[in-house]
């Protein structure tokens, strides 16, 4: 009896300490009274502790008094007869009083804890005052030994590293399309708008100074509701014309280059190092859902909108514009066409590079940062273990690149590298 007694409190300390106290949370707001009655136990772990070893030493030992009582009893005072005693103690205690229920304790401590929590609570009430005056040797000893006990009442905290193991980890708890969208939250204050933006020379705009029927045209065949509107020089944006405005315009009183510039609304600009986090609150509290980014000199670098962010979080939703390289892939050879102005971090995540983030955000200024010079067709290189090479360049850009898939990915299918 001692000695499942002895395993009893010995499940009961493994119990207690391998719960997951998240799991305890959770069902304790639920209205779970087990739930509860752990957290509480687990916040005051010197009294936890104190109870459980408390009975559990005085168990092994009454034990081992009446082992010796025993063998004295069957076979006398002889040596052999106490250290056989002793050893045959030592198995059963470690057989059945310790390893044993510890394993099953650590197996089903998440279900056993809140059962438990509602007899070591009766048993820390009765033993308080003995539980008590032990802790006082133990604060000494710790404060002695200048090891203070954490303030935290049992709570651990979590960085964000290991939150994000906790979501990659949750394989049979979370989708992985909802693991997704987790961890990219966890990179939102190092992601920031120059990140996700559309390049100046991407943007598609309306400039007030063409022809009429080129504007008319170029409105006719936008895929974008908002488009931003200039006059001459492409960095002197007077306004975003929302297109649904102008087309009920234009029903009414017909098309007129100074209807256009009547129904812009004034840009919004916001700096390149501005994080996407913070972005996004700016555009909730700004009704604003486009925005023209600059960097310190004011000039204009590029465009992002509201579902620019979205989509780094949730990916690619929208089919708006009907040749946008969503379907980047790897062909048979191990090579892909892209186009150069590519944003790098979709190409890192599409492809599994490993292209650097840190400088460039485009295929085409990685290149040219690289080489230090704006290369011609046929020149390759090897960026990040990745071989490159560049089939069009055009008006001082780097426009169509072949990527060939790094050998550390699939050395077995990967081509050979160009030279460099």
Do not use: C
Not at 58 to 79: P, W
Not at 313 to 322: A, D, E, W, Y
């Amino acid at each position: 009896m001692l000695l499942v007694f002895s395993g009893a409190f010995s499940m009961t300390e493994t119990v207690m300490m391998a719960a997951n106290r998240y799991k305890l949370r959770s069902r304790a707001a639920a209205g779970h009274n087990g739930a509860r009655l752990a957290l509480e136990l687990l916040g005051k772990t010197d009294r936890l502790l104190g109870v459980i070893l408390l009975f559990n030493n005085l168990i092994n030992i009454a034990a081992a008094t009446l082992s010796s009582v025993i063998t004295i009893h069957l076979f006398g005072e002889d040596r052999w007869a106490l250290g056989a005693g002793t050893v045959t103690l030592t198995f059963l205690i470690l057989v059945f009083s310790e390893i044993t229920p510890k394993v099953i304790g650590a197996h089903h401590a998440d279900r056993l804890a809140p059962i438990l929590s509602y007899p070591l609570t009766g048993l820390l009430k009765v033993s308080y005052f003995a539980v008590w005056f032990v802790n006082l040797f133990v604060g000494g000893l710790l404060h002695v030994l200048r090891l203070k006990p954490s303030q935290d009442n049992g709570s651990p905290s979590l960085s964000i590293e290991e939150l994000r193991s906790m979501v990659l980890e949750s394989g049979q708890y979370i989708p992985a399309k909802h693991r997704s969208i987790l961890v990219n939250l966890f990179d939102l204050e190092n992601i920031t708008v120059e990140d996700v933006m559309t390049a100046r020379g991407a943007i598609e705009s309306i400039d007030l100074s063409a022809p009429e029927e080129e504007i008319r045209q170029h409105l006719a065949t936008s895929y974008h509701t908002r488009l931003p509107v200039f006059e001459d020089d492409s960095e002197r944006v007077i306004g975003i014309l929302h297109l649904r405005r102008l087309l009920g315009r234009t029903l009414e009183a017909g098309f007129d280059r100074e209807v256009i510039r009547e129904l812009v609304s004034k840009p919004y600009f916001i700096p390149a190092d501005t994080p996407i986090y913070s972005q996004l609150q700016f555009f909730q509290e700004n009704h604003q859902r486009l925005a023209l980014v600059v960097d310190e000199y004011g000039e204009l670098l590029g465009l992002v909108t509201l579902e620019d962010i979205i989509e780094e979080l949730i990916g690619k939703f929208t089919t708006s514009m009907p040749d946008s390289g969503d379907r980047v892939s790897w062909g048979a050879d191990g090579s892909v066409l892209v186009d150069g102005g590519q944003n790098l971090r979709e190409l890192n995540r599409k492809l599994g590079l490993n292209l650097p983030l840190d400088g460039p955000k485009t295929l085409n200024g990685l290149i040219l940062e690289h080489l230090q010079d704006i290369p011609e067709g046929g020149l390759s290189v090897k960026i990040a273990d990745t071989p490159i090479e560049v089939v069009q360049t055009q008006d001082r850009m780097v426009r169509t690149v072949r990527l060939f898939r790094p050998h550390a990915a699939e050395p077995d299918s990967a081509p050979p590298a160009p030279g460099t």
